[in-house]
């Protein structure tokens, strides 16, 4: 069983969590897969905790589906928890794992799953879905990749957003301009919009942020790089393909043709430049369309991500997840809970209630699902890309060294540093971490 220095708190405690999970991290089917017993129905009340993340925009989604799971199954009381971001979510639940007092179901960050479930802490769902016979083709094929870890299904997609592309449909109408699709585009697409004034951008055609990673990572890999080997033994990020996204970014950035932000306060600096106008098209999360389109004094449109190599989009939010540490009946009540959250025929509502992603595909052609689409068009550039919807690296460690590249796009931002000889410094710390784990 692996432990990272991210979580220290889970080496004391991990031991007992193995039953489930176990230390075996092959592909092939695990003990509990193989021995899960039938479920014997267990009418008897029950309590459960669900510790969560969810804004407070959110709750009335959440209150509603959990009033609605409760008329299904009335001996089942759920407790939602409120357990603050997910950074602060996280910490609480290594203090749960320690103290042997976790809840039945929780929240956990896309981004850090690999490292909480090679440390034994998440129930393997596999074989849950086997026994009732969960139809998981009907999700989005990469959304549900992101939960999974080392061939077991340890989680769901709930929560889930993705960057795309959000501009000013207005601006490039009158431009006759399009949205770049691909990286050659980006060139005439820059051309066109960047308005520079004495020598000093006044508009710029685009932005990306530079706050986060995950805006960041599918840039890699459309143009045909990768972050990690395919062993996740070194990463490639020193590598030609590995430095195209960075070596443009640069380019882009020096040209005064594209904006990024980095630091505190970036993201609501960009923002406002967008609706200011200041800015053509940003790279956003999908959970923020909305505030978008409320506030916009323009038509405002949706692209998907342009590629070079390929054209993938990564999935941001969190998932839901059933902790191994729970007792028996906890469990198979906190799966009851998973399942209807998760569940098709509840996708819509949540979407709409929650302003995240619809996961599954059979949603996109009924009722409710046009419905929701004839209110928000723009989401259409995503759901045409569905299954290039895809998760992040998966590494434990990958909340760790992530900050090493991040902080190369810092040094180029805020020094004027030369990116390549600053990548390669940081792959060697990247690769110290990873030859720790």
């Known amino acids: 069983m692996k432990l990272t220095k991210w979580f220290p708190l889970l080496a004391a405690s991990s031991l007992m969590l193995t039953t489930a999970v176990g230390c075996s991290n092959g592909g092939e089917q695990s003990s509990a897969e193989a021995s899960l017993a039938p479920v014997v129905e267990d009418n008897s009340p029950i309590t459960i905790q669900y510790w ?80 009732d016979k969960v139809d998981m083709n009907d999700f989005s094929k990469g959304m549900l990749q992101a939960y999974s870890y080392n061939n077991k299904q340890f989680g769901f997609p709930l929560i889930v957003s993705t960057s795309v592309m959000i501009y000013n449909k207005t601006m490039l109408d009158k431009l006759n301009v399009k949205p770049p699709q691909t990286w050659a585009e980006i060139e005439d697409f820059n051309k066109k919009v960047t308005v520079k004034e004495n020598g000093k951008t006044s508009r710029y055609a685009f932005s990306v942020p530079g706050w986060d990673t995950w805006y960041m990572d599918p840039w890699v890999s459309n143009g045909g790089g990768a972050i990690l080997s395919p062993d996740h033994k070194k990463t490639l990020l020193d590598q030609p393909e590995g430095l195209k996204w960075i070596q443009n970014f640069e380019k882009w950035t020096k040209e005064g043709s594209m904006h990024m932000g980095y630091g505190k306060g970036a993201s609501d600096t960009m923002r406002q430049m967008f609706l200011e106008e200041k800015v053509a098209m940003v790279e956003h999360t999908s959970a923020v369309l909305k505030t978008y389109l409320q506030n916009a004094k323009f038509e405002v449109g949706v692209s998907f991500l342009p590629g070079d190599k390929e054209r993938k989009s990564h999935i941001g939010g969190a998932g839901i997840v059933m902790m191994d540490g729970a007792p028996a009946k906890q469990k198979e009540a906190g799966w009851k809970f998973v399942k209807f959250m998760t569940a098709a025929e509840n996708n819509i509502k949540w979407a709409e209630g929650t302003g995240y992603l619809p996961t599954h595909k059979s949603v996109l052609a009924t009722e409710e699902g046009k419905k929701y689409f004839e209110k928000l068009p723009q989401y259409k550039a995503v759901f045409d890309n569905f299954d290039n919807v895809v998760g992040r690296p998966q590494h434990p460690t990958y909340p760790e060294f992530s900050k090493k590249y991040m902080e190369v796009v810092g040094k180029m931002l805020l020094e004027n540093g030369d990116p390549v000889p600053l990548m390669k410094d940081a792959v060697k710390e990247i690769n110290a971490i990873l030859n720790e784990s």
């Open 52 to 131: 969560h993340s969810h804004a407070e925009v959110q709750m009335p989604a959440v209150n509603y589906m959990i009033a609605e799971f409760q008329k299904k199954y009335p001996n089942i009381t759920v407790e939602p928890v409120f357990q603050g971001a997910y950074v602060d979510l996280h910490k609480k639940l290594q203090a749960a794992v320690a103290a042997k007092e976790v809840p039945a179901v929780t929240n956990v960050e896309v981004s850090v799953l690999p490292n909480f479930a090679d440390s034994g802490v998440f129930a393997d769902l596999t074989p849950y879905i086997a026994r």
